[in-house]
């Protein structure tokens, strides 16, 4: 079965914490993705990664950086959070890119105090 | 950039009445996608059609694409409760990121 997972689900950290959102997936999918969700804003690019070790920024990168060691993981890491960094995060995988189908993880809520 | 956005932010029908959710994108594109996002979980695909198509169905789901009028629109038929949700559209042009909409919310009532 063709699965996304993202860890955590829910997150609560202060302002200036580092905050680490992982994300697997278990399709040997190429391409993964990270984006973030606010309402009125809808989908946002932070990351996109092409393979082990070959990432390149989205939309929206600044104040976040990522890392892919291994093809089925790619983690999301905010150094020193800051409040308007409070999102719905979500992990999303692709065997290619641009019309491929995107597969997404259930998101991560993330609250920055 | 490209700029994708569905053009009604809610609609509401009662169930087994037929909604359509329409999509208006601003640059040239090489294929369209519609998500579906239920209440706490991710985005799910639920139909793509690429800029030489017309029409593309998918059981209940019909999706049209006009690349004259950048437009495209999603229709559902015999709506079920379980189609609420939010509904968006997604660009992809050559570069390999999809635009994704705000999204519309359908609401379907008993």
Request: glycine share 8%.
């Amino acid at each position: 079965d063709m699965k996304v997972t993202q860890m955590p689900r829910y997150l609560i950290k202060r302002m200036g914490e580092n905050v680490l959102l992982e994300c697997g997936q278990d399709m040997s999918h190429e391409t993964m993705y990270w984006y973030r969700q606010d309402p009125g804003l809808g989908l946002q690019l932070i990351y996109i990664s092409y393979d082990v070790d070959s990432n390149s920024e989205g939309d929206i990168p600044k104040g976040y950086r990522v890392s892919r060691k291994k093809r089925e993981h790619f983690s999301l890491i905010l150094d020193s959070a800051k409040t308007n960094q409070t999102s719905v995060y979500f992990c999303a995988s692709s065997l290619g890119t641009g019309t491929d189908t995107q597969y997404f993880g259930p998101g991560t809520r993330l609250l920055v105090l | 950039s490209q700029l994708a956005e569905e053009n009604s932010w809610a609609l509401s029908v009662h169930e087994g009445e037929s909604v359509t959710v329409n999509c208006s994108y601003k640059t040239s594109i090489t294929a369209l996608q519609w998500y579906r996002q239920k209440s706490g979980k991710g985005p799910a695909q639920l139909i793509l059609i690429r800029s030489n198509e017309r029409e593309k169905r998918n059981g209940r789901l019909r999706a049209t694409l006009d690349t004259s009028s950048q437009s495209s629109s999603l229709s559902i038929t015999a709506t079920r409760c379980e189609d609420t949700a939010v509904y968006f559209c997604a660009t992809s042009s050559a570069g390999n990121k999809l635009t994704f909409g705000i999204g519309t919310r359908v609401l379907v009532r008993p």
